[in-house]
């Protein structure tokens, strides 16, 4: 069974950071490009960050530009988003997606999802 599992969630002060891991499992994922998506209430799902199968080249949306950082390690089937300078509006469920490509994930229509986990920061 494929699986996606989040972990690293929390409340946080602005300012403050916080990093999130995905540990894949069921499968390799290191021939999949990667990253994670968020959601806040009364929103659509977003992409915030991906990452091709090789680790490079990454893609960020505008708004996490600078602060966030999305990284992976294909021995443990691992993916990373470092967390910086985090602001209220950051406040969403965080997911961890799967895909065949970056162009595909940054669709928002990946093969694999995550369960998500909580991300809240407080002014």
């Known amino acids: 069974q494929v699986q996606l599992v989040e972990s690293g969630g929390g409340l946080v002060q602005a300012g403050g950071s916080l990093r999130l891991s995905c540990a894949a499992s069921?499968?390799?994922?290191?021939?999949?490009?990667m990253g994670w998506f968020r959601q806040a209430p009364g929103k659509e799902r977003e992409f915030v960050a991906v990452?091709?199968?090789?680790?490079?080249?990454?893609y960020y949306t505008e708004s996490v530009k600078g602060r966030f950082t999305i990284s992976r390690d294909n021995a443990k089937n691992t993916l990373y988003l470092q967390m910086n300078s985090l602001k209220p509006e950051d406040t969403a469920v965080y997911y961890c997606?799967?895909?065949?490509?970056?162009?595909?994930?940054?669709?928002?229509?990946?093969?694999?999802w995550g369960r998500g986990t909580q991300v809240s920061v407080s002014s």
């Open positions: 997606a799967a895909g065949y490509s970056t162009v595909q994930l940054r669709s928002v229509v990946p093969d694999y």
């Open positions: 069921g499968r390799t994922f290191s021939s999949d490009a």
């Open positions: 990452i091709a199968w090789s680790g490079s080249p990454t």
